[in-house]
C-alpha cells in the first residue's frame, strides 16, 4: 500500500491547523494510509466531543482494507476506519446532560436513516433498519474513531466506569454476543416452563456451543458462561494453543474440528440447545446445526465471503428444523440494551476472570503500525491501536 500523498507534516503541526491524524481508506484509490484529517468541534448542544483512547481492530476493518466494501461520506475521498472505541469526554455540549468532562464512553457504530417511514430507525432500532440507508461510523457513510478527536450525538455514547477503562475497547466486539442472546431468551419464552431454572441463570442444565474461537467467539463463550451454559467451543486450530488454553481456562471446553470430526465431537457435547456461530464459514456452521436439540436455537453472526455454493444436508436440517421446533435466527449490529448489556458484564467478567479478559488484547500498537495490523491477516486475538 502506498505512503500517504496527505501526511507530510509532523502531528503537533497538525493539531496547530485543526487537522489531525486518522488512518483512512480511499477505495477509488485503492489505498489504506494516515490522512490528514480536520479536528471536528461541537456543532449542536445534544453533542459531545471525545479525545479517542483506544481503538479496536477486527475482520471488518480488514474487509474495508481490501476494499471489499466501505464507502466514504459524500465528498470525502477516504473513509476514516475504527468502529471499536474508547473514549474520553472532553467537551460537553450545554444540553448534552449525561455526560460530563472525563467521563469514559464508547460509541455505537450504527446511525439511523432519515426516513420517516421507517420505523426501527424512528424507534432508536436502527440495528433493525428496513430502508438499508442507515449510516456506520468506520463503516459506511460516516468516518470512525480511528483518530484523535471525534465528535457524537449523547445517545449514541454508553457511559463505561472508570475501572474498566483497560477493557472498554472490547465493549463493541461483546455486543455481538449480547444481542444474540438477547433474541435468544426472548424466543424462549415461547418455552415458559424454563423459568423454572431462574435464579440459577437462564441457561443453567443447557448446552452451548460457540463455532469460532476469534474475540467474538471467546467473547460469546464467557457470556454464555455467566449464563449458566455449558459451554463449548469448536474452532479450526488443533489444541493446545493460544487461544485453547484461554478458553479452557474459563471453564469452557476448546475441542479442534481440525482433529476431532463431527461425529466424535457430537458424541461428547450430546445434544446442542444453542449454537453461537462466530467463524463466518459455511460448512462447518451446517454440519453442527445437525446437532441441535428439541426446541435448539441457532445463531447466526459471521459473514462470509462470496464462495461457490457447497452440498449441505437439506433435507435431513429441514425435517429437523419441523420436527424439533428449532429456530435459526441471524443478527447484526446491536442497541442500547446491547451496548448496556456489554458494560455491565465486561464487570462481571472482569471480576470473574481478571487475567483471562485482560489477555483476550494480544497488542497494543501505535497509529503508524496501522499497515501491519490492517493488511496482515492478524495474529494474536485482538489487537488495539492506542491513540493517547
Ligand atoms: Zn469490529
Ligand atoms: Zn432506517
Known amino acids: 500500500m502506498g505512503q500517504s500523498p496527505c501526511l507530510s507534516e509532523s502531528f503537533k503541526t497538525h493539531m496547530k491547523n485543526g487537522k489531525m491524524r486518522a488512518v483512512g481508506v480511499l477505495p477509488g484509490k485503492r489505498v489504506v494510509s494516515l490522512v490528514s484529517h480536520p479536528a471536528p468541534e461541537i456543532a449542536s448542544a445534544s453533542q459531545v466531543k471525545i479525545r479517542t483512547i483506544e481503538v479496536g481492530i477486527c475482520g471488518t476493518d480488514r474487509e474495508i482494507c481490501s ?25 460537553v455540549g450545554a444540553s448534552a446532560s449525561q455526560f460530563k468532562v472525563g467521563d469514559l464512553v464508547v460509541p455505537s457504530v450504527r446511525r ?20 438499508g440507508d442507515f449510516t456506520e461510523r468506520g463503516i459506511k457513510m460516516t468516518h470512525g474513531f480511528l483518530t484523535e478527536y471525534f465528535v457524537d450525538e449523547e445517545r449514541h455514547l454508553n457511559l ?5 477503562r483497560d477493557v472498554g475497547v472490547l465493549v463493541e466486539p461483546l455486543t455481538v454476543a449480547e444481542k444474540a442472546l438477547a433474541q435468544v ?7 415458559p416452563w424454563e ?10 442444565g443447557k448446552t452451548a456451543v460457540v463455532l469460532g474461537a476469534g474475540p467474538v467467539g471467546i467473547l460469546g463463550c464467557m457470556t454464555l458462561l455467566v449464563n449458566g451454559f455449558t459451554t463449548f467451543v469448536y474452532s479450526r486450530s488443533p489444541a493446545p494453543n493460544p487461544k485453547s488454553d484461554l478458553v479452557n481456562s474459563l471453564g469452557a471446553k476448546y475441542i479442534s474440528a481440525q482433529t ?65 421446533n428449532q429456530v435459526i435466527i441471524g443478527t447484526v449490529n446491536a442497541d442500547r440494551p446491547a451496548f448496556e ?22 497488542g497494543r500498537y501505535p497509529i503508524e503500525a496501522f499497515e501491519d495490523l490492517l493488511l496482515d491477516k492478524g495474529a494474536g486475538i485482538k489487537s488495539v491501536i492506542t491513540l493517547e
Open 67 to 91: 476494499f471489499a466494501y466501505g464507502t466514504p461520506p459524500d465528498g470525502s475521498e477516504f473513509l476514516v476506519l475504527g468502529h471499536e472505541a474508547l473514549g474520553e469526554v472532553v467537551e
Open 112 to 131: 439511523p436513516c432519515p426516513h420517516r417511514a421507517c420505523s426501527p430507525c424512528q424507534s432508536d432500532r436502527q440495528d433493525f433498519c428496513f430502508t
Open 160 to 164: 463505561v466506569p472508570s475501572e474498566l
Open 185 to 191: 431468551f426472548q424466543v424462549q419464552q415461547r418455552l
Open 195 to 204: 423459568n423454572l431454572t431462574a435464579g440459577k441463570g437462564k441457561g443453567y
Open 260 to 324: 476431532v470430526p463431527l461425529g466424535r465431537f457430537a458424541a461428547e457435547v450430546g445434544p446442542v440447545d444453542l449454537v453461537y456461530e462466530a467463524a463466518g464459514v459455511a460448512q462447518i456452521s451446517f454440519d453442527v446445526m445437525k446437532l441441535l436439540a428439541l426446541n435448539g436455537i441457532f445463531v447466526f453472526t459471521g459473514i462470509p465471503a462470496e464462495k461457490p455454493a457447497i452440498p449441505i444436508d437439506a433435507d435431513c436440517l429441514m425435517r429437523d428444523l419441523v420436527l424439533k
Open 341 to 362: 448489556g456489554a458494560i455491565r458484564d465486561l464487570g462481571v467478567f472482569k471480576r470473574r476472570w481478571p487475567e483471562a479478559l485482560g489477555s483476550l488484547i494480544t
